[in-house]
């Protein structure tokens, strides 16, 4: 119950966070807004929840539900099918190719984010969860856990983002 209360708040301090973002503005620094904010919805809130139950969940090469446990796209699957109904198959990059894509200023909690961490595209998939953060199931240290989209590895490796909602 504890971990579930802290998960809510750790929700709405997010997304009371994006509200306090400053808007985009235009190259000439007149203020002009280049690209309107993306709104965060009731099912990305979901999907981001349903993301941070599963912290702490062991890792599985090719894991699709937690008691076994999970691999990346295998994590993504499971809380799409359980957070929205929507079947979500394949590798990381077959996932890719399922999402629109979302500039990365632009992204919000619950789009999915793609690394190369295998020396080919869109190997890695992780679920933004807002902050500069995301929530994946590495096989290093075996835990689904929460990054740093800025730490030196996850960077570097940055391919693209993708958003299955709306």
């Not at 709405?12 to 235009?26: H, K, N, T």
């Not at 793609?114 to 500069?132: A, E, K, Q």
Request: proline share 6%; aromatic share 8%.
């Amino acid at each position: 119950m504890r971990q579930s209360v802290s998960c809510l708040l750790l929700i709405s301090a997010l997304f009371l966070s994006a509200c306090g973002s400053p808007l985009p503005r235009s190259a000439d620094g007149r203020g002009t807004i280049t690209q309107p904010p993306r709104a965060v919805s009731g099912e990305a809130a979901e999907v981001v929840m349903y993301a941070m139950s599963l912290i702490d969940t062991g890792y599985r090469f090719g894991g699709k539900n937690p008691e076994a446990g999970l691999d990346c796209s295998g994590m993504v699957s499971y809380i799409f099918d359980q957070a929205t109904g929507r079947r979500v198959q394949g590798s990381a990059a077959d996932i890719a190719r399922q999402g629109r894509p979302v500039p990365r200023e632009q992204l919000r909690p619950g789009d999915l984010v793609f690394f190369n961490t295998m020396n080919r595209p869109f190997s890695h998939v992780g679920l933004y969860i807002g902050d500069g953060r995301f929530i994946h199931a590495p096989s290093t240290n075996g835990r689904v856990r929460i990054e740093n989209m800025s730490s030196s590895y996850f960077a570097q490796r940055y391919e693209a983002a993708r958003t299955l909602l709306d």
